[in-house]
């Protein structure tokens, strides 16, 4: 994740880390608690408990609060984690811009700053990007406490074991090291991950999946792609990438696909179609309070007041959505549906059009108590940034190092 020298990490360093990871996860998800509640859920020693314990005091990341009264009427002292003393900068990469978050350990935003960055080529993307996280640092280095990790979501095919990213859809990048790079230029370990299947993970953490292992997120912006959540890691496979729901053939005499398919399900579920569908309808002479210059909002919100034609276009999109989904559940039989994206300011148009497809569709043993929601976090920029250090801390590949750091 960090270092290719994961890999030769000693069974002594892997047990302590697993071990220290399992006591922080317990602190973190279900803190205030006790040292003994920790032994019996970890099933640690708690001498073992006591001596991880004391070394996460040490380093900050945890603290002891109020005492509780325990059944046997000696009072344990309980255990948080400390948050406020440690921050990560997420970054989310678009096709011209970035946008930056400054988070403190809990998922907070402390500041976030947008930058513009038109480049074309690899190198002189990183040389801006590497620009912009300077001087956002150097801008908000008052909020700054200890920066503990950098990491960058963005949308194309990433390596996010070896930190490489390996295809973005608007430039050219040969096998781009990123982390490597992010490392040494800032020297502070870094993370990269695929933006949609990074916002899949922070709803599992923060957000809509909180309550469910296993959890399918469609975002639709630009294209539409997937995120899966299975026991509650990001199902990625060897390759690194799965998801590609966008390119579920959906009408065989469909559009044109810009992977080189027809009828692709994205040719359809993308904002860009839904607004050509929509300026196509009114050249046609449809009625409606649309006009030909409008965007995603418009259409929503007009589907949203009762528009005709905007909630055929809505219903539409949600109906050819709803198939492809209805093919995932099939397949992973998730707990919970989330869909994100800004078509979702219409989802009480959207959802119950994708829930028609799913109830025709989908095994009946897998529909039942399948709940389809909209996405808690897709507005919040770079969340799923954080959530790959945030991962980073709970399986204690990150807390591993600030421990011996
Ligand atoms: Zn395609």
Known sequence: MTSGGQAQIGNVDLVKQLNSAAVYRLIDRQGPISRIQIAEHSQLAPASVTKITRQLIERGLIKE??????????RAISIITETRGF????????????????FDLSGKPLAQEDYALPERTQETLEHALFNAIASFMEQYERKLRELIAISVILPGLVDPVNGIIRY?????????????????RFNVTSFVGHDIRSLALAEHYF?????????????????????IIANGHIFLGSNGNVGELGHIQVD?????CSCGNFGCLETIAANSAIEKRVRHLLSQGYNSVLREECGIHQICQAANRGDALATEVIEHV????????????NLF????????????EAEKLLLPAIEGCINTQVLKAFRKNLPVVRSELDHHSGIGAFALAKRAMLNGILLQHLLEG
Do not use: F
């Open 252 to 256: 065989p005499l469909g559009e044109r």
């Open 168 to 184: 973005m859809p608007h430039i050219n990048v040969n096998c781009w090291p990123l982390v490597a790079n992010l490392q040494a």
């Open 318 to 329: 949600g109906r050819y959505l709803g198939k492809a989904v209805a093919i995932a559940i």
């Open 65 to 74: 609060v109020d005492q509780q009264a325990s059944t046997g009427g000696r």
């Open 87 to 102: 921050n990560t900068i997420g970054i989310r990469l678009g096709r011209s811009d970035a946008t930056l978050t400054l």
């Open 333 to 344: 039989n998730p707990q919970k549906v989330v869909i994100a994206g800004e078509i979702t």
């Open 207 to 227: 957000g809509a999946t909180r309550d469910c292992a296993d959890s399918i997120l469609v975002r639709v912006h630009r294209g539409t792609g997937a995120g």
